[in-house]
């Protein structure tokens, strides 16, 4: 247990819809990160959060958004989903925002139907 | 496109030999990874090795690291058969090339290790 957690596990929804995944850091982490794993493209880095404020941005699809609350908790929301939008994401946590250790949750797996 | 490729994609051993994967990346790193994942589920966190470093230990792991030529190794000693997973190497960009540590992923190596 890395003690990030993500809620759902599992979720199901049709194209078209808006989901939000939820993530937990580890407790003292203020470094979140958001990751997407899929069978064509891999594990691919999304965006960072660090205290609140988003650090960097990677492979992240306009349709998707993130934010840190002041309690260090992340939502991923993602709209007008798409097939292709079926996934594992993944959320992890770190310490330091910029050398650590990240530490991964186990994941929300999203199915677009 | 990602940064790391491993090789081998798929190894297949016998319990209680010794299983390598490689790994390479592109840019200056931070740091090197590794994660293992058992189908599907989340990544384990099993090492990370810094740029300054050139091997590392822990456990029945050894991970090297030569910046030279922007590659890793991990090499898993006596492997058992509980140690078939994939295997991803992510290597930490260099906060100077403004990668604030995002880790960029291969494509991972699938190990099976038969009884």
């Known amino acids: 247990d890395s003690g990030v957690t993500q809620t759902p596990k599992h979720l199901i929804t049709a194209t078209g819809q808006r989901v939000t995944l939820r993530c937990s850091p580890r407790?003292?982490?203020?470094?979140v990160y958001w990751y997407q794993q899929s069978l064509d493209q891999g594990l691919q880095f999304l965006i960072q959060?660090?205290?609140?404020?988003?650090?960097a941005k990677g492979n992240i699809l306009e349709r998707f958004s993130a934010q840190q609350f002041p309690d260090l908790h992340s939502e991923l929301n993602l709209s007008s989903l798409e097939l292709g939008d079926s996934a594992l994401y993944f959320c992890?946590?770190?310490?330091?925002?910029?050398?650590?250790?990240?530490?991964f949750g186990p994941g929300t797996r999203l199915t677009v139907l | 496109s990602q940064q790391g490729e491993e090789d081998p994609q798929a190894l297949s051993i016998q319990e209680g030999e010794n299983a390598t994967m490689n790994c390479s990346y592109k840019?200056?790193?931070?740091?090197l990874q590794w994660y293992r994942q058992n189908s599907g589920r989340g990544l384990v966190h099993l090492i990370l090795?810094?740029?300054?470093?050139r091997e590392k230990h822990s456990g029945r792991l050894r991970v090297t690291l030569d910046t030279s030529k922007k590659s890793s190794s991990l090499l898993i000693t006596a492997s058992r058969a509980a140690d078939t997973a994939s295997y991803f190497c992510?290597?930490?960009?260099?906060?100077?090339?403004?990668?604030?540590?995002?880790?960029?992923f291969g494509a991972g190596t699938r190990l099976a290790v038969h009884p």
């Open positions: 407790s003292g982490d203020l470094s």
């Open positions: 992510a290597s930490g960009a260099n906060l100077f090339s403004g990668g604030y540590n995002k880790l960029i």
């Open positions: 959060y660090y205290n609140g404020e988003e650090r």
């Open positions: 840019t200056s790193i931070n740091n």
């Open positions: 992890a946590s770190s310490a330091n925002p910029d050398t650590d250790t990240q530490y």
């Open positions: 090795i810094r740029s300054n470093e």
